[in-house]
């Protein structure tokens, strides 16, 4: 049976990937962001899984204003890089799980989650910069990926309560599934951080590292953290973190927290990153 | 529907809500179509005539001709739709920010290494806190 074995949380700011991909990883303002992922990458190389249910926001790249899904399911076989206005980031294509993805999508949808099914979309540095972060930069991603896009671009996302209760959802899905995967739960965006309008380059630090913390000793007072006070608090682009709940609520008990980093700046934004193992059934 | 009043009570910051993403909706797909490489060239070429091909207010072609994102907010427009004009010019998205704080760049990055802008004080315009 297949079964959520860990989570991963990190934030997935643009410039991070840039830096990546124009080889400037070691440079003064980008070393110590890196630094903190090195932990990790080592991690992974030891616990690579079968597949990543990647949870991540759109940027105006696959999806217009044309149409707005609040939580859509890539049951694709691969998925093309983006061209954001540059052109695609030098990365591999992003493969697959339509098996898993279509049945998660299923029993989702069952479990009164109404999730919109995508058979074709391009991804973005949503999606590319937590793989680059974790994997570096291989010929071939290690990882069958499933994307799950939750809309954080027009108001209001998804709470994070709902966000959490999917999260729920997600890993009663996972272990229904027959094939014997490893599959981790990645939750991305945020930390803190507003690109708009007078308030942008707005920090929030000690509301950043509560919800580090909670993340694991209180996940239960995060749930509950209404849109204003994300707005408020961590910025109008910090409301992405709704998208680390689906990733804790689909942990289980008391998962084990074992990594975290937490660095700012990187361009405008907070970088939070957590390696959290599974816990017990829920 | 009525708005949340909340929304409005965040100093310096603009809540795109379904009606702003009706207001903008053309602004933010006139941005979307700058994706494809030769809509970019068409753009560059003359923007006032790409401009005119979109059924956009007036105001709002004007925020985008003067490259002025606050009034392109202001308009209905969504940052990460308005960061097609912005990657299309060649510039970042902490050069399209500091643009909308009123400081130079080179203010904003130094605010960003030294940790950020502090939310005290810019939480709430109704509570002063």
């Known amino acids: 049976m297949a079964r959520v074995t860990a989570g991963v949380a990190t934030s997935h700011v643009p410039a991070i990937g840039a830096a990546i991909d124009r080889g400037r990883t070691r440079e003064q303002y980008w070393a110590p962001v890196f630094a903190g992922y090195e932990w990790s990458k080592a991690w992974i190389a030891d616990h690579t899984p079968d597949v990543v249910l990647l949870v991540y926001n759109d940027h105006a790249s696959a999806f217009s204003l044309q149409m707005i899904p609040t939580f859509a399911i890539g049951c694709a076989e691969s998925y093309p890089i983006a061209d954001e206005g540059l052109g695609p980031r030098p990365v591999p ?36 910069v937590p793989l680059s972060l974790l994997f570096g930069q291989p010929e071939r991603w290690p990882v069958r990926v499933v994307p799950l896009a939750v809309n954080v671009v027009q108001y209001p ?27 981790q739960v990645w939750g991305t965006g945020g930390m803190s951080h507003q690109l708009q309008g007078m308030r942008a380059g707005l920090i929030n630090a000690p509301f950043d590292n509560a919800f580090l913390e909670k993340m694991t000793a209180e996940p239960e007072a995060l749930r509950q953290i209404p849109h204003i006070e994300y707005l408020r608090e961590a910025g109008s682009e910090g409301i992405e973190l709704v998208m680390w709940l689906v990733m804790r609520g689909a942990l289980g008990a008391h998962p084990k927290e074992l990594h975290r980093v937490y660095h700012v700046p990187a361009s405008n934004t907070a970088v939070g990153h957590l390696v959290l193992e599974a816990g017990w059934p829920t | 529907m009525s708005q949340a009043p909340d929304l409005d009570d965040i100093p310096g910051t603009t809540v795109f809500t379904a009606e702003r993403s009706r207001l903008g909706y053309h602004l933010n797909q006139f941005c979307m179509s700058l994706m494809k490489p030769e809509n970019r060239t068409r753009f560059t070429a003359d923007e006032r005539a790409y401009l005119d091909e979109w059924p956009m207010t007036e105001a709002q072609k004007q925020a985008v001709l003067r490259r002025d994102y606050n009034a392109a907010i202001a308009e209905g427009g969504n940052i990460y739709f308005l960061a097609k004009i912005f990657l299309a010019d060649g510039s970042s998205f902490q050069e399209a920010a500091s643009s909308m704080t009123g400081m130079s760049q080179e203010e904003y990055a130094a605010m960003m290494l030294a940790g950020g802008r502090s939310p005290e004080g810019l939480r709430s315009i109704r509570e002063g806190r």
């Open chain 1, 93 to 128: 294509v992003v493969e697959g799980h339509g098996g898993l993805a279509c049945h998660l999508a299923e029993q989702l949808i069952l479990d009164e989650f109404d999730m919109t099914v995508v058979n074709e979309m391009s991804v973005d540095h949503g999606l590319t």
């Open chain 1, 157 to 183: 996302p998804p709470t994070g309560n709902r966000c959490y209760a999917l999260g729920e959802a997600i890993r009663r899905a996972v272990a229904s599934y027959p094939e014997d995967l490893d599959v």
